[in-house]
């Protein structure tokens, strides 16, 4: 049932990219050739056994600061560095830190990086990584900065459309749900704006994709196109991006209830769409997508998590000096 | 020590040669010229500074005034002060005459001028310097934080 095709990258790749030390704070950071190449070590990290994975990192040690808990994100991340053979120290929420004592990002920072080689880092304020990155003189991967920028989602989403659809252009992609405040969509449209696809914004009046990024997006030649019912835009779509609507962002429950149950798939909406399309969610959902539609040959959001794993591994190979 | 000039004058009848070595900066907005200062980290020096703030001028109607004694201030530094004082023109003085005449203009980046109005950005804590990269140079500005990456048009600089 999976799409196991995996078409290799049409574009001449330089194998001389240097990641090495390297900070990952922003997909903005990243240049189209670049998002190709790590794409490509991802693929490439992907055919290795574990065996082979396991030799590759032994002794490093990844330091996962989490400010803020974000379960999925740390677990994708240890899995990765553990599957390399590293190991990896950290704590998963800073109440149990002295961070919340008072101690400063920076003195943080210039502590932990006497113990790792490398240093993940999630943290509930927006910029937070780029601030850090200066402090540390090892590199720091952007696990998430407030609602500013997440790269390694953005990358696994990116390496699953290419690995679902063989390609990267001329895709139909739909955004669905929560465009306004969505970090993982906004980070998205952007990185496929290095490519030529026809970008599809979902979403009710009060969640629209804010003007900043469509003004951006149609600056670089997209075609983007904004609507208020997903129904108008199934049939023609490769790839559906679902996001789902998270109550914290909104100042006034009442605004929440309104449009809390607005985009609901079901096996039944999928009834006149195309065969290769992809449903895909960064997770956890809450009820926009039914169960039913898990068994479809066109759920995906699994496998995208999954897709992490070789994702995450390929940038920290990278990022520690190690050649595929 | 800061004096203030008092009397509205017309415009050119105050003098620029009233000071023998420094910086006159002129065609300031109205009721700008303690931000000039401030951001030009003048506030906390010692060199004599003549703060003339209302004049009236053909130009702009109201206008402030600074001069700094004994104090050469480069391009960079009075760029600095173009996103509040778009007009201003800087005159350099040397034994009382102008020896250099410049607009300021809208650098690419600046550092510790304006605030980032996005509240849950990290620079309103860990006493961390505002940093801005100015993504649109012709008015209305476009600046973006380089921290949160936000994009903030003009009328939402916070000095
Ligand atoms: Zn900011």
Do not use: W
């Amino acid at each position: 049932m999976n799409n196991n095709l995996f078409i290799s990258l049409s574009v001449p790749l330089i194998f001389n990219m240097h990641f090495k030390d390297r900070d990952l704070i922003s997909i903005n950071d990243l240049s189209k050739e670049e998002i190709l190449f790590l794409l490509d070590q991802a693929k490439k990290v992907e055919a290795f056994s574990h065996a082979k994975r396991f030799g590759l990192l032994q002794g490093k040690i990844m330091a996962s600061l989490f400010f803020e808990p974000s379960t999925r994100t740390r677990l994708s991340f240890s899995s990765s560095m553990e599957g390399l053979g590293g190991r990896v120290i950290g704590f998963d929420d800073e109440k149990t830190t002295s961070v919340k004592k008072g101690e400063s990002l920076f003195d943080t920072i210039k502590m932990v990086e006497q113990y790792a080689d490398v240093i993940v880092m999630r943290h509930p304020r927006d910029g937070a990584a780029r601030l850090a990155a200066e402090a540390s003189s090892k590199p720091i991967i952007n696990a998430g900065d407030g609602a500013n920028q997440h790269p390694t989602q953005t990358l696994l989403d990116l390496f699953s459309i290419l690995k679902t659809q063989g390609k990267l252009e001329g895709l139909n992609i739909a955004m669905v749900g929560d465009l306004k405040y969505g970090r993982t969509v906004h980070s998205l449209a952007m990185a496929l704006s290095h490519f030529d696809c026809n970008l599809f914004f979902v979403a009710p009046p009060m969640l629209r994709m804010p003007k900043q990024y469509l003004d951006e997006l149609r600056r670089k030649g997209m075609t983007v196109s904004e609507h208020e019912k997903m129904e108008d835009v199934l049939g023609k779509v490769d790839v559906l991006y679902m996001t789902r609507i998270q109550q914290e962002r909104f100042p006034d429950p009442a605004d929440y209830e309104k449009v809390k149950h607005v985009y609901r798939l079901t096996r039944k909406g999928l009834t006149n769409v195309k065969p290769n399309l992809k449903i895909m969610h960064p997770l956890p959902r809450i009820n926009e997508i039914s169960t039913l539609v898990d068994e479809t040959p066109y759920a995906y959001y699994f496998q995208q998590a999954g897709n992490g794993i070789p994702v995450r591994q390929a940038l920290i190979l990278q990022i520690m000096g190690v050649q595929l | 020590m800061t004096a203030t000039v008092k009397e509205p004058q017309k415009e050119g009848s105050y003098k620029v040669d009233a000071i023998k070595e420094g910086v006159v900066i002129d065609h300031i907005p109205p009721k700008k010229a303690l931000k000039v200062l401030e951001i030009l980290g003048l506030a906390e020096l010692d060199n004599v500074v003549i703060v003339g703030m209302n004049f009236s001028s053909k130009k702009m109607k109201m206008k402030d005034v600074v001069k700094i004694e004994k104090r050469v201030l480069t391009k960079d530094e009075t760029d600095k002060i173009s996103l509040i004082a778009p007009s201003a023109s800087v005159s350099v003085i040397k034994d009382f005459k102008v020896v250099e005449k410049r607009h300021v203009e809208v650098p690419d980046e600046v550092k510790k001028v304006i605030q980032c109005p996005n509240p849950n950005c990290i620079t309103q804590s860990n006493g961390v310097k505002s940093y801005f990269h100015i993504v649109k140079k012709t008015s209305p500005l476009q600046a973006r934080c380089h921290y949160c990456e936000k994009i903030f048009d003009e009328k939402e600089f916070l000095f």
